[in-house]
């Protein structure tokens, strides 16, 4: 399995938020900071925004800040947020019908085992946690001298 180029920045967008909280953080300052496209960045940002995750303010001087405290943030949300398939194998999606040892196959249910565990582990973690070396990310990123 492998996640998105998209879920990818949505959590680099929250970690940059989450260390300048509660200032706020600007798309071309992080796309900069990421060196990615603006234009990526302003999707990411406006499903995060119409999640909640983050607040948008407009006009000169405005930019995003984080919409809820750091330990409200949980990653497996977002990246169930920011995914569209989880699906392992082709026998997982919802009537495939095409494999000949879908009606007595044992590997599914290990997939959907595995897939529980992977998220059972994103699910324990939220946004704080992940920012704990605070001092360490902020320097990384360019955010502390």
Known sequence: MRLTRYTDLSLRVLFFAGLKH????SIPEIAQTYLVPE??????????????YLETVRGRGGGLRLAKPLDQINLGEVVRLTESDFKLVECMAPASGN?????????TPVFE????SFFDVLDAFTLE????????LAQLLKLAP
Do not use: F, I, N, Q
């Not at 946690?129 to 360490?136: I, T, V």
């Open 22 to 25: 509660p200032e706020l953080s």
């Open 39 to 52: 234009s990526h960045l302003t999707k990411v940002v406006h499903e995060l925004g119409r999640a909640g």
């Open 99 to 107: 494999c000949c040892l879908e009606p007595s196959c044992t590997l």
């Open 113 to 116: 085992k595995a897939m529980k």
């Open 129 to 136: 946690d992940l920012l704990k070396p605070r001092r360490a």
